[in-house]
Structure formats: C-alpha cells, structure tokens
C-alpha cells in the first residue's frame, strides 16, 4: 500500500505563504486521486482541495477558493499545497490522502484509504 508523508508545515503570519508537499513512497502516486484535508482543534476534519490521476481536473472548497492551489508531479511521486494570503482560520492540521477508486474525485474523508501523518500550519494574526 502508499505511504505517504507530509511536510512543509510551520508558523507563519497572516497574509503569508507555505507549501506543503506529500511524498507517496511503496506506490506510484499516479494511481490514486489525492486529496488535501485539515483539522482544527475541536473541528472536523473538512476537505480542502483534490487531484485527479493524471492532474487534469482540479477541485478546491469555497473558504480557500483563490488562495489554495493543488498540483501533483506524478514522475516525483509528489503532491502540493500551495497556501497563499493565509489567515488565522487557515491554522489546523493538514493531511494529505489517498484514493485508490476509479473516477471522479471524492471530497468525502471516508472515500480515502491512506493518509499521511499531518503536518500542523499555525497562522499568527
């Protein structure tokens, strides 16, 4: 099965940039859908953005439309998260996942099998 590992995470002020990336070892990443997920203490883990297989289609939740972007370099078996304009609101966890299902990308956690470790993202406002 994938493995996978985050990592990019860390404190930043608000208006601020980070970059995550997710390094899948043991599978070829360009057999999975991924998906970028957050928690927040006391909140749901809520999803974020989503890759298709190939890269072709994209899909990112309202609250970090024009902010967040999602790419994938399959040859690297890696995938990004690029934060921009960060807030306060954007501080959480952040698990980058896995999903092995034929067809379109899933925004529900439960459709991924694997997920990584979590990095933490901490906003200073």
Same mark, same amino acid.
């Given at each position: 099965?994938?493995?996978? &590992? ?5 404190? &930043?002020q608000?208006?601020g940039s980070?970059r995550?990336?997710c %390094?899948?070892?043991?599978?070829a990443?360009?057999n999975?859908?991924m998906g970028?997920f957050?928690q927040?203490?006391g %909140?749901e883990?809520e999803?974020?953005?989503?890759i ?5 289609? $994209?899909f990112v $939740?309202?609250?970090?439309k024009g ?5 994938? *370099?399959?040859?690297?078996?890696t995938v990004?998260?690029q934060?921009n304009?960060?807030k306060?609101? *954007?501080a959480a966890?952040?698990?980058c996942?896995? *999903?092995?299902?034929p067809?379109?990308?899933t925004?529900a956690a439960h459709?991924? *099998?694997?997920w990584g470790?979590g990095t ?6």
């Open positions: 099965q994938v493995q996978l &590992v985050e990592s990019g995470g860390g404190l &930043v608000a208006g980070l995550l990336s %390094k899948a070892s043991r599978r990443l360009s999975y859908n970028w957050r927040a203490p %909140k883990r999803f974020v953005l989503g298709s297989r190939s890269g072709d289609r $994209t $939740t309202d609250s970090v902010r967040f972007t999602i790419s994938r *370099d399959n040859a690297r078996n990004y998260l934060m304009s960060l306060p609101e *954007d966890v952040y698990y996942a896995a *999903d092995p299902t067809g379109a990308v925004t459709g991924y *099998d694997y470790q933490q993202v901490t906003v200073s406002s």
